[in-house]
């Protein structure tokens, strides 16, 4: 079974860096565009950054200069480096990419989300 497993979260003080995985596991491929959003409580789930196959990168204005997207092809895995981070970065993480996995023979390409990973800071 094909699922996006992220992992990095935690509390950090304001100021402090803390660095998020996701990682594709099952009959994967390949991870494709792929992206970090975050949701915090009584908000919209919001894109934080973005990074194609190719390895363009989009960041969001509020953490551009202090969050870095970065990924691992090899590995299946995309990270998101967070520093300097203020309590308004406090939220749930979510992962989400396009997979190209194989089922029974067969290969597809489906939208994936991770279940989360919460991210408080402390002011």
């Known amino acids: 079974q094909v699922q996006l497993v992220e992992s990095g979260g935690g509390l950090v003080q304001a100021g402090g860096s803390l660095r998020l995985s996701c990682a594709a596991s099952?009959?994967?491929?390949?991870?494709?565009?792929m992206g970090w959003y975050r949701q915090a409580p009584g908000k919209q789930r919001e894109l934080v950054a973005s990074?194609?196959?190719?390895?363009?990168?989009v960041y969001s204005d509020s953490v551009k200069g202090r969050f870095t997207i970065s990924r691992d092809n090899a590995r299946k895995t995309v990270y998101l480096q967070m520093n300097t981070l203020k309590p308004e970065d406090t939220a749930v993480y979510y992962c989400?990419?396009?997979?190209?996995?194989?089922?029974?023979?067969?290969?597809?390409?489906?939208?994936?989300w991770g279940q989360g990973t919460q991210v408080t800071v402390s002011s």
């Open positions: 099952g009959s994967v491929f390949s991870i494709n565009d």
């Open positions: 990074i194609s196959r190719g390895g363009r990168t």
């Open positions: 989400n990419g396009g997979i190209t996995y194989n089922s029974g023979g067969n290969v597809y390409t489906k939208e994936y």
